[in-house]
């Protein structure tokens, strides 16, 4: 994972050594996904997407994903009012998408995993159950961040184009996997993004950030189903097929290094109430 190489030394070691773990967790919300259990798919599958032309109504975004799904709904039912019942049919949190709520979450729960373990290290506690917390929650918030540098992952264009189309792009139902997944493992090596990304830098306002993240991405989806058009995720595809992920790969990266960093930076500033902890028989308890 090229976001885990060039981590501050101020970061614990345990985060820049254990990076294969990184990797691995990195797919669990896939894994979720993938497990034939409908009730747990029915909840996870909008946390992978965003459809932000449906949502171009906000003029400020909730802070949480139960005010936006009120949002929703209160649109829909404009809708409904005004004569449009399929446009209000399409106001639904699976139709749009939850995306930037669940790295928002799991952003969050890094925090309290990244304190945690700050208060164990603190009190000579024996840190090692909490390293493997933390290292679940930043492999998570990676496959989210993840999904969002994808830009099929933020458009209702997500697999083949629908409505109108003055350019000829393609309707096929093949070019998400096809771009996402078959073009770059053949095409783009890891290697391809040594020296792409800057140090990380503290958010100021992580939600802010991640939405201003959204919408480059979403700008991104018209140029590739140019280049789809022309052919640049074939096989290995073309030099401005190859440059184009590379650039989504480097964007999400950064992203994610930034947010990592935020999140241990964010974690010195400890709860009025502490944690408490103690490691005992049944494992840490707080007091």
Do not use: C
């Amino acid at each position: 994972m090229a976001a885990a190489h060039d981590l501050p030394a101020s970061l614990p070691a345990f985060i820049r050594r254990d990076w294969v773990t990184l990797r691995f967790l990195t797919n669990e919300p896939d894994r979720w996904r993938e497990a034939g259990m409908p009730e747990l798919d029915a909840d996870n599958a909008p946390d992978h997407f965003i459809n932000l032309e449906r949502v171009a109504f906000l003029k400020r975004w909730p802070r949480n994903r139960y005010g936006f799904i009120a949002a929703l709904y209160a649109q829909a039912q404009k809708l409904r009012q005004a004569g449009h019942p399929r446009a209000a049919a399409a106001l639904t949190p699976a139709a749009v998408g939850l995306q930037p709520y669940a790295a928002l979450e799991y952003y969050q729960r890094l925090v309290i995993a990244l304190q945690e373990y700050r208060w164990a290290k603190r009190h000579h506690q024996n840190a090692r159950l909490l390293q493997g917390h933390v290292l679940e929650m930043m492999g998570i918030l990676s496959h989210f961040v993840g999904d969002g540098s994808q830009p099929l992952h933020t458009t209702i264009q997500y697999n083949g184009w629908v409505g109108p189309d003055p350019e000829g792009f393609t309707r096929s139902h093949r070019i998400h996997w096809q771009f996402e997944s078959k073009f770059v493992n053949a095409a783009v090596p890891w290697s391809a993004l040594r020296g792409r990304l800057r140090p990380p830098h503290p958010l100021h306002h992580v939600f802010a950030a991640y939405l201003h993240y959204l919408g480059q991405t979403h700008a991104q989806v018209v140029p590739l189903y140019r280049l789809a058009k022309q052919g640049a995720f074939q096989g290995r595809g073309t030099a401005a097929g190859r440059r184009f992920v590379e650039a989504r790969l480097a964007a999400g990266a950064q992203m994610l290094a930034d947010m990592w960093y935020t999140a241990w930076r964010a974690s010195a500033r400890m709860p009025r109430h502490g944690f408490h902890l103690s490691l005992s028989r049944r494992g840490y308890r707080r007091k």
